[in-house]
């Protein structure tokens, strides 16, 4: 059974930085193409950025230069370090696992920013 739990979500004020994580199981995880999704209220699901399989990263313009994706293929884990960040990052952040068959998906974590 596949699982992508994501944690390190919470309250934080304007500035602030946040690190989450995504745990997997029941993939191949190093084979995989990491991404982190936001969703803010009322809006649709947003690419943060992604690592693939070889540490390649790509991030949306308005995450570059705040936001690191990195990934630790002996633990199973994709991070996602959140750095000076805005009111307007309050979103839920999901994880996902993408390959040529198919992808995977979190819960999600609330990450919310206060001013």
């Known amino acids: 059974q596949v699982q992508l739990v994501e944690s390190g979500g919470g309250l934080v004020q304007a500035g602030g930085s946040l690190r989450l994580s995504c745990s997997a199981s029941?993939?191949?995880?190093?084979?995989?193409?990491m991404g982190w999704y936001r969703q803010a209220p009322g809006k649709q699901r947003e690419l943060v950025g992604s690592i693939t399989s070889r540490g390649g990263t790509n991030y949306a313009d308005s995450m570059k230069g705040r936001f690191t994706i990195s990934r630790d293929n002996a633990k199973n884990t994709v991070y996602l370090q959140m750095n000076s960040l805005k009111v307007e990052d309050t979103a839920v952040y999901y994880c996902n696992a993408y390959i040529y068959r198919g992808e995977y998906w979190g819960q999600g974590t609330q990450v919310t920013v206060s001013s």
């Open positions: 029941g993939i191949a995880f190093s084979a995989y193409t």
